[in-house]
């Protein structure tokens, strides 16, 4: 089986220092050490990236449609802004589970709406860095039921 593409947006690299009140204390490299132990129970491979750039984003999505059979991503402050991103997601015809840190349906205004939920086949916010986990235990049930 390809591996899962784990796709992380903008800020995420400041995991653990970012306004640790709102995001927690948590790093993205234990969200990606608990995704990669998630995983090796759940019988898949990942790919863990993070980027700043929207573009970059989109290329990883792009080659996800070749190259993964799955695509995680908490797509960060790029959740209510990017079209780009939704597309790309949509182009890629693989299952999609969008992950917030934060519950973003208690956050500002602005933040509660998300392009990328148009293609996820779930979405799990509010979960901390323990979304990932069960974002990965999902994505499993759904790579093996379209095995």
């Known amino acids: 089986m390809k591996p899962v593409a784990v796709l992380n947006g ?3 690299n400041l995991l653990g220092l970012r306004e640790p009140a709102i995001y927690g204390h ?20 990942i790919e863990f990236h993070q980027s700043n750039h929207e573009g970059v984003l989109v290329d ?23 079209v780009a991103i939704l597309d790309s997601l949509l182009a890629s ?16 205004e602005f933040r509660q709406h998300s392009f990328v939920s148009k293609a996820a ?3 799990i916010a509010g979960a901390g ?15 093996l039921r379209d095995r």
């Open 10 to 12: 903008p800020n995420l």
């Open 26 to 45: 948590d790093t993205l490299d234990d969200a990606e050490a608990l995704t990669r132990g998630a995983a090796a129970e759940v019988g898949l491979e």
């Open 60 to 82: 990883l999505i792009q080659a996800a449609r070749t190259g993964a059979s799955g695509i995680i991503i908490n797509p960060a402050g790029f959740t209510t802004t990017s």
């Open 93 to 108: 015809e693989l299952p999609v589970i969008e992950v917030h840190v934060t519950n973003i349906h208690r956050r500002e």
């Open 121 to 123: 086949q779930a979405v």
């Open 129 to 143: 860095i323990q979304g990932y986990d069960l974002a990965v235990r999902r994505m499993a049930t759904i790579a």
